[in-house]
């Protein structure tokens, strides 16, 4: 089996993959009687990833919800990222599982995938776990796999498993952390009132998301139109949570449906191309070095009458 995915193919497949809301109604009714056929089976590689709609909360924060049960599981094949340098070398995560539900107001998706450490903690060649979805902001043709191209963007969202320890942590975790025993010199928290001592810390006083102190979510809200054009959001409306089960990674990402200022609604009754990468820390992947999938195809049930 292959372990990457070249140039030529992200280009290729962006063309072939299904093509947004054209197809709406038709992919919802033929995939309804293939999930009901399927129900209770292994994951079922290749097929869309069907969401089953929701009459009332998400499970957007509880990756082992009873909900979940109520949706199939796919699974997507992953393969090492060689389309733009810095190229993963060799892939050890080979599939990612999914789920998903909606109820009309937000889009939830369940990524699980086999990781046996839990890598959330930044450090001195130390890289933590994430994984990120992608979703064009308009319907019609799918993009190219390489995070959208210009004058075709696409919508990410990463979870970070190092945010996820700041939230569950109450603060920026790091270098305390992986080194117990360090000393610190005098900080400018230290000796200064609050809003001056904001004035030291750069990224901070930017924005950087990579600097701030306190998080409300582990998901990063990003747009782009090809690699080395992500671009931050200014509203930040996903939220999620991963859990370490010992074995592998479960995260929760959930988007409001309405992607107010992203790009057109993830509607009921729609199918929308979708696209996964995913990082292990443990085998140094960070940026590029990631672990990438193909388009798949998600589609959003249509709600009850």
Not at 58 to 63: F, G, I, M, N, V
Not at 211 to 235: D, K, Y
């Amino acid at each position: 089996m292959s372990t990457g995915v070249t140039r030529k193919d992200a280009l290729l497949y962006g063309g072939a993959a299904v093509g947004g809301l054209a197809a709406g109604g038709a992919v919802v009714a033929a995939v309804a009687v293939a999930v009901e056929r399927n129900k209770g089976e292994a994951p079922v590689e290749g097929a869309p990833i069907v969401a089953p709609f929701v009459d009332g909360d998400l499970p957007d924060s509880r990756p082992d919800a009873e909900q979940w049960g109520t949706a199939d599981e796919v699974l997507v094949r992953l393969a090492a990222q060689q389309i733009a340098q810095p190229f993963l070398e060799q892939a050890v995560v080979l599939e990612l599982r999914a789920k998903a539900l909606h109820n009309g107001k937000h889009v939830a998706l369940r990524l699980a995938w086999d990781d046996d450490s839990a890598d959330d903690l930044d450090g001195i060649r130390r890289y933590h776990d994430a994984v990120a979805v992608q979703i064009p902001t308009a319907p019609g043709t799918t993009p190219a796999l390489t995070m959208g191209a210009p004058g075709s963007p696409v919508h990410i969202l990463q979870w970070r498993a190092t945010w996820q320890r700041d939230i569950d942590s109450g603060g920026k975790t790091g270098v305390d952390q992986i080194y117990p025993e360090v000393i610190h010199d005098v900080m400018p928290d230290d000796v200064l009132p609050p809003q001056t001592a904001q004035l030291y810390w750069v990224g901070r006083k930017a924005g950087n998301p990579l600097s701030q102190v306190i998080r409300s979510t582990p998901v990063e809200e990003a747009v782009a139109e090809g690699f080395g054009s992500v671009t931050h959001l200014p509203v930040q409306a996903a939220v999620g949570r991963g859990t370490h089960n010992g074995s592998g990674w479960h995260v929760v990402i959930s988007t409001p449906s309405a992607r107010t200022g992203v790009g057109s609604p993830l509607a009921p009754g729609t199918s929308w191309p979708i696209a996964f990468a995913v990082w292990e820390g443990s085998n140094e992947n960070r940026g590029g070095r990631k672990h990438i999938a193909n388009w798949q195809t998600l589609v959003l049930e249509g709600a009850p009458a």
